[in-house]
């Protein structure tokens, strides 16, 4: 049985909380929406220019894909605190779905064709981007779709089951809501930063996706069933303290089969 290790969960914490509260500066440093005590740190000495712009956006999309490391760790863990944070890691880049293909899809399919997160080997990063992005998505979708077709013994669902029990469709609203609040708020600057913010960190997160599992496939038996997770089916490097402990990302593989 696989403990949970949560002596390094403080770091963990810490950095999530840190990047959430550095999100919502920059929001306000873009916009110049911000309350008059919080001038000497808000105010935008930099977006300006395009140069600057563009470099403020790249710093901090890239510091919320590895962000993605710390909510990768807490949504593995077992407690709704943990998990809603890990979650909002990923959901303030508009990847919400993240916490269910994860664990759903990409835990079971890992290094198998079926899995858009394993990059096939002569692929590109763009066109694996593209298709891993696409791919978590339909799949976590069609995935909350046979849950409920199971839950209600039905093949075609209503609209109300599709709107108010997919996940799917929580998390589209959510990231709706997030965009207009952040319009509302911060205006129409603020909302493209927060796209292009977006859009920084899940090209970081890929690209960790892309480097993980690169031309590695688990071979079939004669029944046709996969062969089981190993380290041999992920490229795997020594954590740090910087990388907060992280396990070894094949490790949480081979735990999603373990027993409980």
């Known amino acids: 049985m696989w403990k949970e290790d949560r002596r390094f969960l403080g ?9 959430i509260m550095t999100w919502l500066w920059c ?6 929406v911000y309350p008059e005590w919080a001038k000497p740190f808000c105010q935008d000495k930099i977006t300006q220019t395009l140069g600057g712009y563009i470099l403020f956006t790249f710093v901090w999309g890239y510091t919320a894909g590895v962000n993605g490391l710390a909510g990768h760790e807490l949504i593995h863990h077992k407690s709704t605190f943990d998990k809603g ?3 909002l890691t990923y959901t303030k880049i508009f990847y919400s779905h993240f916490l269910l293909e994860h664990s759903a899809g990409h835990h079971r399919n890992v290094a198998t064709p079926e899995d858009p997160a394993t990059a096939i080997r002569g ?12 791919g978590g998505n339909l799949n976590t979708w069609q995935r909350e779709v046979s849950r409920l077709q199971v839950k ?7 609209l109300k089951a599709l709107i108010l029990e997919n996940r799917m469709s929580w998390f589209v609203a959510l990231h709706i809501v997030m965009s207009c609040v952040i319009l509302k708020v911060f205006g129409c600057r ?3 930063f927060q796209i292009w913010y977006s859009f920084t960190g899940v090209l970081f997160i890929e690209l960790i996706n892309y480097t993980e599992h690169y031309g590695l496939l688990r071979k079939k038996d004669q029944r046709g069933i996969y062969e089981p997770i190993t380290e041999l089916h ?6 740090s ?3 907060f402990r992280i396990q070894r990302h094949s490790d949480h593989h081979m735990h999603a089969y373990r027993p409980y």
């Open 11 to 19: 770091p963990l914490y810490i950095y999530a909380l840190l990047d």
């Open 27 to 32: 929001l306000a440093v873009v916009s110049g």
């Open 85 to 87: 944070l890990g979650m």
């Open 123 to 134: 692929e590109n990063f763009y066109s694996f981007m593209i298709r891993s992005v696409v």
């Open 152 to 158: 209600y013994d039905v093949k075609k669902l209503s």
């Open 190 to 192: 603020a909302l493209l």
């Open 234 to 239: 992920s490229w795997n490097a020594t954590s």
């Open 241 to 243: 303290h910087l990388l």
